[in-house]
């Protein structure tokens, strides 16, 4: 079956405008992750949704974040008034269950987002 | 709090030689950890899980709770081994990622 899709693959935008990028986990994957990878500092937590539980929006850098997980599928991560500092793939991934060891989370290609 | 270290960005080795990742970890608990591997220009995907003791294209890593440390091991390196490595720890959900190490395997 399919993987994890997101898109777009790539984004460009100007500083002050906002961008969305989508995520479409796997099928039948209730938990889905977000993560930002920066150039030089792997990868940073950004936000957990499970079922219909509230999220985990703790790894969240600033309010202009936001993401949302609509009928438990598709998920869309938001970020308002971009920055240059917001550069970086942001990746999204799912599992099956909440991420024990033995629930194995599946990785997007990611979106490289580029503000100028 | 978590923390993921590895002290290497790069590392290079020829052929045929042994390779080894460090990773170093603090967690105040049973730890969960992993290793992530992403090619070139593919996904980051999971290499293998500490529960698991398993070996995968035949690489190890050993948790060794006093030294707190779950160092990457191969034999023999190929160059198809050539990537980026991640060292991760699972706190409940979340995964909080090492920096990565880039390994670059010469012929």
């Known amino acids: 079956g399919a993987g994890v899709s997101q898109s777009p693959s790539n984004k460009v935008t100007e500083k002050g405008k906002d961008v969305e990028l989508r995520c479409d986990p796997i099928s039948g994957h209730t938990a889905l992750y977000w993560y930002r990878q920066s150039l030089g500092q792997g990868l940073e937590f950004l936000i957990y949704f499970q079922g219909n539980s509230a999220p985990d929006k703790s790894g969240l850098p600033s309010d202009r974040f936001s993401a949302e997980r609509t009928g438990g599928s598709v998920s869309t991560l938001t970020i308002q008034r971009t920055q240059q500092e917001d550069s970086a793939v942001y990746l999204c991934?799912?599992?099956?269950?909440?991420?024990?060891?033995?629930?194995?989370?599946?990785f997007g290609p990611g979106t490289r987002l580029t503000v100028l | 709090a978590q923390r993921v270290t590895q002290p290497e960005k790069l590392l290079s080795v020829f052929k045929g030689a042994p390779v080894e990742l460090k990773c170093n970890y603090s967690y105040s608990g049973s730890p969960e950890l992993f290793w992530y591997v992403q090619y070139s220009r593919q996904r980051l995907q999971l290499l293998l899980r500490h529960i698991s003791r398993e070996s995968i294209k035949g690489f190890t890593a050993d948790l060794n709770k006093g030294e707190t440390s779950f160092h990457l091991k191969k034999p023999f390196a190929q160059e198809e081994d050539s990537a980026m490595y991640y060292c991760?720890?699972?706190?409940?959900?979340?995964?909080?990622f090492g920096a990565g190490t880039t390994v670059t395997v010469r012929a």
């Open positions: 991760a720890l699972s706190d409940d959900y979340k995964l909080s």
């Open positions: 991934a799912s599992s099956l269950g909440s991420a024990t060891a033995y629930n194995e989370q599946f």
